[in-house]
């Protein structure tokens, strides 16, 4: 079990499987309060209050949970000075007393805002390849069903998506780079807007899977905001930003 102190008030906690297998307990069960589940919430937040002195005695605690992989998860860990911030933040998502849908509000949790469907976007392109493909085969002989699903997978894998995002400080992009750095391993540069004083990130897929990288933008999104990018954009933020960390940002950041 490691935690880390992000600041004052929040600490990251990584469960890996050997944590979970120790206490014979299963990710989905931490989800569940089991008395296992309850019983390493304890030691965590006494390993927590004497590694980083973080005390949450009759102190709300929200906490975030990011899973990594199919046995190991992060837990970002926030104390709650003011109950009433948690009633703000999650009251769109209660239903009216009446039964009745407050206006502007929705039944479903709303998408976080800048968090782009990536496998939507793989789809469309499987979808369009298969299309195409089809439309060839009308004219000459098809080839065997499984070498075009391994063209399209290849190509698939080839495709190297760029994103964007924007953070009001540097402090977020820490925060999402400590999340994301033992997960993420692809190219991304970090640069600053000297007119806003803005944080803007391009980051790439590389080798990642379509899953994965949509998984790590849903992340960057609960941190910054997306904002549109081209393929003009790199070559505009190096002549007028300044780079900050180039290749490697949140790799290099994750380590501070």
């Not at 008395?35 to 390993?47: G, I, T, V, W, Y």
């Not at 953070?167 to 925060?175: E, H, K, M, S």
């Not at 849903?218 to 393929?231: C, F, V």
């Amino acid at each position: 079990m490691k935690i880390e102190k992000i600041n004052d008030n929040q600490i990251r906690c990584t469960l890996t499987r050997e944590d979970l297998s120790s206490r014979d307990l299963k990710l989905s069960e931490l989800a569940y309060g089991t008395d296992k589940a309850k019983s390493l919430f304890r030691d965590m937040m006494q390993q927590a209050a004497y590694e980083c002195g973080f005390e949450a005695n009759d102190i709300p605690l929200m906490i975030e949970a990011i899973p990594i992989s199919a046995d190991s998860i992060i837990l970002i860990i926030t104390k709650v000075e003011d109950p009433e911030e948690l009633d703000t933040r999650f009251a769109k998502f209660a239903p009216s007393q009446s039964g009745e849908e407050l206006p502007g509000s929705s039944a479903a949790p709303p998408k976080p805002e800048g968090a782009d469907d990536i496998l939507g976007l793989f789809n469309k392109i499987r979808e369009a390849k298969k299309s195409a493909a089809l439309a060839k085969s009308t004219k000459t002989e098809s080839q065997p069903e499984e070498e075009e699903e391994a063209d399209i997978s290849a190509d698939e894998a080839s495709f190297n998506l760029t994103k964007l995002y924007a953070f009001p400080d540097l402090d977020c992009v820490i925060r999402a780079s400590h999340v994301l750095g033992p997960v993420y391993h692809g190219m991304n540069s970090l640069y600053k807007n000297p007119a806003t004083r803005e944080y803007h990130l391009i980051i790439s897929k590389s080798d990642h899977t379509p899953e994965e990288f949509n998984k790590v933008c849903n992340i960057l999104s609960e941190y910054g905001s997306s904002i549109k990018y081209t393929p003009a954009t790199q070559a505009f933020y190096r002549e007028h930003m300044e780079c900050l960390v180039e290749y490697a940002a949140l790799q290099k950041l994750s380590d501070v």
